[in-house]
């Protein structure tokens, strides 16, 4: 709680002297202190403050690092396919920066989040969208199903029916051959 004071502390005076890049590194901060407490949402919020001045400044580096940072508070709330996300998007930064270290975390982390999700996968995201419609050359190539010549309503009767009709055909043709 101390720190986070501090990294408030820092903030303000990097606004005030106008210094981005510092003002993103306490922002960052900041979003660690937080993860740290347990309070991964409000830490998340200010990692994605970090990551908006490093992509603003053009800190490839620092927006790796915060994607990272906050793919790991998406983890902490079940946010798992996010997390993914995030981490896959990091990995390729540090790719095109040849920061290999960087890329073998990313991986492991990745790894980690496969076995996660592969035990759970009520947390795979669903669709929020409808499937795409079929065309309509398609609807017409479907067979049709054939007409009976004569409509009749059809009922279904109950197993139990059944059986008594046999039962009662076979008693009937035991009582005629005696």
């Known amino acids: ?5 501090f990294h408030q502390q820092s903030l303000d005076i990097k606004r005030e002297i106008g210094d981005r890049g510092g003002e993103a590194n306490s922002l960052g901060s900041l979003g ?8 991964y949402q409000r830490a998340i919020e200010f990692l994605q403050q970090y990551l908006d001045i490093k992509r603003e400044i053009g800190d490839r580096r620092g927006e790796a690092i915060s994607l990272f940072n906050m ?7 079940d946010q798992l396919w996010e997390a993914k996300q995030k981490i896959e998007q990091a990995k390729q930064i540090y790719k095109a920066l040849d920061l290999d270290f960087e890329v ?5 982390t990745l790894y980690q989040l496969n076995q996660i999700i592969a035990a759970n996968p009520i947390h ?12 309509d050359w398609y609807l017409k190539s479907l067979p049709t199903p054939p007409r009976s ?5 059809t ?16 008693l009937l043709i035991w009582w005629l051959k005696r």
Do not use: H, M
């Open 1 to 5: 709680q101390r720190a986070i004071e």
């Open 71 to 77: 793919a790991n508070a998406l983890a902490k709330l």
């Open 124 to 135: 795979a995201p669903t669709l929020q969208r409808e499937p795409p419609a079929l065309p």
């Open 149 to 153: 010549a004569s409509p009749r309503k």
């Open 104 to 108: 073998e975390d990313c991986d492991t």
């Open 155 to 170: 009922t279904n009767q109950p197993f139990w029916v059944y059986f008594l009709i046999g039962l009662a055909i076979v």
């Open 32 to 39: 660690n202190a937080y993860q740290s407490l347990g309070q």
